[in-house]
Structures are given as structure tokens and as C-alpha cells.
């Protein structure tokens, strides 16, 4: 079973642009969460997906939004970036169900200059 | 809001000794419980999970952890570490009363043992 894919897996940018990142979670997996990972904040909430309906949102500001397709590929979007952006940006795919268990892809790595 | 407390950042422990890294939550509710770990340019892996039941989990390689209800406490313990445990841990809990299945991170300790 293939695990949990995050393109592109690096990502340099400048601040002021935008940046698109792309999750694809295991097969017959529906849900779909987002986390940004700093140095000094660790790993925070962004979003929560299932069956195309953000069921949750982190304290993130408005830049940050994202969306689920009807594969349950998951998109998160960034704009006006700023300095304070450059993480690690994690997608987990959530087996659901009584095992409730929340698999990692690699991350994102995005650098903002 | 939740909240998680790891209470080390850095341990450093020599191949065979014991290990023990706390974690505690701030939550009045009923939760769900994880630890995570983080090898060198790997993936978060699940280490174990407590949902309900026998307070004390086995996970994978070796590691079980202790849910302590009176002092919001899950802490991870290994009796004998080897270098290749050396990695990131990560406590986390959720609110197994939402409908979210978000997770609340500790800050994460990160364990070097010396071979």
C-alpha cells in the first residue's frame, strides 16, 4: 500500500508570492490533515478535510486556505508569503474508522527568502 | 484549548540505559493519546496510542507508555535503548469527544544515544 505522497518536496520562494502545495493520501483514505512544522513553534494544526468539507481550521491567518478534491487529493494554498512561513508542512491521511490512526507524509519543505 | 508539555528537549542516554520522557496535558475532557517519532530525514511514525482501557501500552520496538488520569501524565519509557532509537519524540493528544481528529503536539524531545 502506498503511504501518504507531498509534491513538491522542496519549495524555495520569494516573500510576497504564492505557493501551492499538494497532498495525496493513502487509498480509501478520506480524511486528510495539514500541520506546519517550525524550530521554535513545533508542530501546529492547520487543517482538517473529509469527503471535501473543512471539519476543523487551526489559528492560522486568512493567507493560509486549502481544499479537498473528490479523489480526496488535498491542496494547500499560502499566500502573500512571509519570512515566518518557511517550515516543514506535513499531510497526514487518517484511516478513520475504530483504528483512528493518522499516517505522516515526508513533508514539504518550504523556504521563504 | 489543549495543551501539551514535553518536559525534556534534549536527552542524551548511552546505548542499554533506560529511558523515560514525560509528557503532560492540559485537558479536562476525555482524550486520546500518542506518541510519535521522528528519525533522521524520516516520516512521523505512531509510535503507541491510548484510547481507553489497560492504562499501560506497548508499542512497536520495544516502547510502551502509562496513562496516569489523576496526573494528566502519558509518559513513554523504554527499559534498554539502542543507538537507533536516536530520534525526535513527540507526545500528542486529541479530544476524543470532537468531531476533529486534530492532534495537539508537545514541543518534541529530541534522544541521542551514545553507542
Known amino acids: 500500500k502506498a503511504g501518504v505522497t507531498q509534491t513538491p518536496r522542496y519549495l524555495i520562494k520569494t516573500r510576497g508570492q504564492q505557493v501551492t502545495l499538494s497532498c495525496s493520501p493513502i487509498?480509501?483514505?478520506?480524511?486528510v490533515s495539514w500541520y506546519q512544522q517550525t524550530p521554535g513553534q513545533g508542530l501546529q494544526f492547520l487543517f482538517e478535510?473529509?469527503?471535501?468539507?473543512?471539519?476543523n481550521k487551526g489559528n492560522f491567518p486568512g493567507r493560509f486556505s486549502g481544499r479537498q478534491f473528490s479523489n480526496s487529493r488535498s491542496e494547500m494554498n499560502v499566500s502573500t508569503l512571509e519570512l515566518g512561513d518557511s517550515a516543514l508542512y506535513l499531510c497526514a491521511s487518517l484511516s478513520g474508522g475504530s483504528a483512528n490512526e493518522q499516517f505522516f507524509g515526508p513533508g514539504t519543505r518550504l523556504t521563504v527568502l | 484549548a489543549q495543551s501539551v508539555s514535553q518536559h525534556n528537549h534534549h536527552v542524551i542516554l548511552s546505548e542499554a540505559a533506560s529511558l523515560e520522557l514525560g509528557c503532560n496535558y492540559s485537558y479536562g475532557g476525555t482524550v486520546n493519546l500518542f506518541w510519535y517519532v521522528q528519525y533522521p530525514g524520516q516520516h512521523l511514525q505512531l509510535l503507541l496510542k491510548y484510547f481507553s482501557g489497560d492504562p499501560l501500552v506497548k508499542g512497536i520496538k520495544g516502547f510502551e507508555a502509562e496513562f496516569i488520569k489523576s496526573k494528566f501524565s502519558f509518559n513513554l519509557r523504554k527499559p534498554s535503548v539502542q543507538w537507533s532509537d536516536t530520534a525526535e519524540y513527540f507526545c500528542?493528544?486529541?479530544?476524543?469527544?470532537?468531531?476533529?481528529?486534530?492532534?495537539?503536539f508537545g514541543k518534541g524531545t529530541k534522544l541521542s544515544v551514545i553507542p
Open positions: 478535510y473529509f469527503s471535501e468539507t473543512q471539519r
Open positions: 500528542a493528544v486529541r479530544d476524543s469527544g470532537a468531531g476533529s481528529y486534530q492532534l495537539t
Open positions: 487509498s480509501g483514505h478520506r480524511s
